[in-house]
């Protein structure tokens, strides 16, 4: 838990799926955040006021589900709350491909974090996944992804085996994690929450999608020395509700 | 878990929050009871037909849900169940202090639990919370928790640093747990299902709101050797699982 | 993970409760498979269509699963791709009983996995069940399991003490597992995930059914030595994640 965070206790208010809700609670937790999911078409508005910070994740979807996220989408941009869009699955089917252009054509997000697969068909490039999972060898055009971030006034990040990091003007590459996150339902949903958690503190943007994305590859490295699958999950949230701030510096931040 | 208790398996109907679904299923079953989450419309009065305890818990909130759990409470006291009351997030929203009274005024309660920003929403006093935790620093007029206790004919619950329970006559404070179960998301949904699970199982309803109550203490106390928030919170079902009719005689009843 | 099913990574779909859903999903890519759940009826065709195998659990309904469930499985038949159907609590409630009986007329199951409750209820024969477990001392019929299967040309899992796997001419007791896989919530559900897992992957029917439900006993065993349930609980996904070819091998199919 890190202190800073733990001292103002952001209120991250996630519309998220069912698969991964309660992983999302305990990682905003453990990063010493306050979760609250509530997609109630009457109180969305209301929580998205209190919140510090917004999570949109589109990994189950259902018509109330959609008018929801769309409908915080706007309040948080109205009232100019930090919001994140974790697009699970776009480019999988029609649905989620439509519904993505339409949070994006409605929403300005302050970060947008998915998988290659994810973000190449936010650009409206072709891409062969299946699922929620990235698709094998899924390559990356960083030049098309830069002028994305530039353009819509967005923090990308793309995550990987080396995760990626622009606004359009800096960017990061960071080599950390371990192949293993990959075998845990929900790590990338967890990094949105810890993402958001860092954005409802009060970091600025790119730092907080950095940082956040460096917290779980850490948190998989840390736990990489377990054997079983359970122990390794269990590892994470260890991992993270033990962080420092001195684990944060380890992230080096250029100018551009 | 509790011999006397997994003799009977009592089977625990919940219409709860889709985050921490899944810890209550689990804790019913370490404490020795049967657990069954039913909210389809078209079965909600069979399945409470069924059970020897109802839990109604407002952490994620839809119009099926609301008018599942009216109707399920409606049910259970025209079959004479036990039912608790979880009020996850009183006052944090209109839609849930509005819900909460719609609760109160059409179903009968065994045990309302909550933490004090939620029980004083349900005595209409102001609460500064956001979210589902409680507000910092939240005071609680004893006096008017006791005589709602009297007058509504039901237990109440308000968990917190030392946790207090009172029917009105009797009451108990119980200076058990650690900081740390609130680092965990559920906590108090499951503290819900552990006094539903022993109200279940045929312990009065004065006695099973103040051992499960310290029953989760307890667990905290226990596990919180753990350094990890994960290693923590793998603990807590742990704990209640091995925990033995022993424990629940460190509880002391005194005559009001 | 088994490597011949990691080197396929057969893609899972699920329609499925809210409770375990987490844990299914977990499941799957410990085994070495990548779990998609999708629901939402305008996505629920295009994703059995990318999908290697279904499944269909029944644990939590509405009247949106319900109709979900109902268009993917008769995708799934019509594409023709394997199905597995989990029927979670039927005999508890009409609606659930009713709802199997739709499933069952409308779709051609690769595999029906359930406990002796369950499966006797798809029989039509009277069982005792309330809620989501098996009935104590339930007794089965193997002769009618038999035929059924014979008839419907669907395999049949009854799990139990003893598990029973029959395709009207094969069979296979399995006496693996322990008392305790009946003290977390969903291992059955982890188990069809399981088997489905291993369809996805190429496994001939019988061939899956058997091993998928040899696997969760085995795990079972393996996580034993743990003493809390929590820890037994993280003990099943770890087996799971360290399994190999040889496990598998210690089933010895015979022919009929």
Known sequence: MLRTIEEKKPL????????????????????????????????????VALADAVVLNTGTLNPAMREAQLLAGKTANRLGKPIILDPV???????RTDFMKELMQQIQFTVIKGNA???KTLLGQATT????????????????VRAFAAESNQVIVVTGPVDFVTDGQHELHLDV?????????????????LIAT?????????????LGTFLMGKAGEQADEKKGIGDFRTGLFNAVSLMTEETLREVHFNEA
């Open 198 to 210: 860092l954005l409802g503190a009060g970091y600025a943007r790119f730092e907080a999608a950095a």
């Open 177 to 193: 994690g371990t192949k293993r996150l990959g075998q845990v339902t929900g790590t990338g949903c967890m990094t949105a929450s």
């Open 129 to 144: 996944t299946k699922g929620v999972d990235v698709a094998e060898g899924e390559s990356l055009d960083f030049h098309a």
């Open 12 to 47: 991250i208010h996630h519309l998220t799926n069912t698969v991964t809700i309660n992983d999302c609670a305990n990682m905003t937790l453990a990063l010493g955040g306050s979760p609250v999911m509530a997609d109630d078409l009457l109180e969305v508005e209301e929580m």
């Open 89 to 95: 699955g776009a480019g999988a089917t029609t649905l």
């Open 117 to 119: 697969s994810e973000i």
